[in-house]
């Protein structure tokens, strides 16, 4: 069975900020510095509530979300790691891959406000955008 372009954006915005999740994890524990740390994880359950509220909108589309590739995760998460080892400063380049990340999201959410989903969807993927604004400027505090 085919998907829809509005289960197709949905799904592409939830694989997406469940790879983010995965990601600021990954950094927050990597990263030597506890505050640092502490805050990737409160962003990380932040954005985690905001996805589980988009899920059920995929049900009622006739769909269900699928998962993020564990296998694509763990090689993104290895190039990421090899590149902030050789760099100069590993805490500002494990920081930065958290920009491309959220890049990514952003513009999966875009993606999705193109289409004309219900007021409460659309609702969550503002309040994920905002989220996601909101966890770049926290980040540039600690840079």
């Avoid at 090689?75 to 590993?90: H, Q």
């Amino acid at each position: 069975m085919l998907r829809t372009e509005k289960q197709v954006a949905l799904d592409t915005v939830i694989n997406s900020g469940l790879r983010s999740i995965d990601h600021y994890c990954r950094v927050g524990e990597s990263i030597q510095d506890e505050q640092t740390g502490t805050l990737l994880d409160k962003l990380a359950r932040e954005r985690k509530k905001l996805i589980d509220k988009l899920a059920p909108k995929m049900y009622k589309l006739g769909d269900m979300p699928s998962s993020p590739d564990p296998e694509k995760l763990a090689v993104e998460e290895i190039f990421t790691r090899i590149k902030a080892a050789f760099s100069e400063d590993e805490k500002n380049e494990l920081l930065a891959s958290l920009d491309e990340i959220d890049s990514q999201l952003m513009q999966d959410i875009d993606e999705a406000f193109r289409l004309d989903f219900d007021e409460e969807t659309m609702a969550i993927l503002r309040e994920l955008q905002a989220s996601a604004a909101g966890a770049r400027k926290k980040r540039e505090r600690i840079y």
